[in-house]
């Protein structure tokens, strides 16, 4: 049987993302991650802070992951007066001490979050420039 997301328009959205490979383009680049209550964003791999995600940002911090497919809310402890609280789950505690400066980087990009009642959903960023400027 098939997948309920591989079929009608779903379908079609995968086909269109599949006929840009051969430009260079990934359809998953062209959308943002919208947070509402965290639960649908996976923390590390989509992109919902900035222009990259952050296992790209952080790849030293993302190998310590002992959770890689967390979402937003796994991660997410409550917000207090400075921005967000973040729980962690470290596979070597060790190593995680020697890049506390990078936790920190890591906190102070995430900070700003607050979880609310709505549904996590993508946003159209459009077509790079890059790409524009270059079929002009």
Known sequence: M????????????????????????????????????????????????GTTSLNCLFPDLYILESDKSCSIVDQYCYNTNNGASWEWSWFDNNLVLRLSDRILELQSIASNITLSNSLDHRKWEGIPRVFLQLNQ
Not at 20 to 47: M, S
């Open 2 to 49: 098939a997948h309920p997301r591989n079929t009608g328009m779903w379908l079609n959205i995968v086909k269109a993302g599949m006929s840009l490979i051969p430009l260079n383009l990934n359809l998953d680049k062209l959308f943002t991650r919208v947070v509402g209550n965290g639960v649908h964003t996976n923390f590390w791999v989509d992109r919902w802070v």
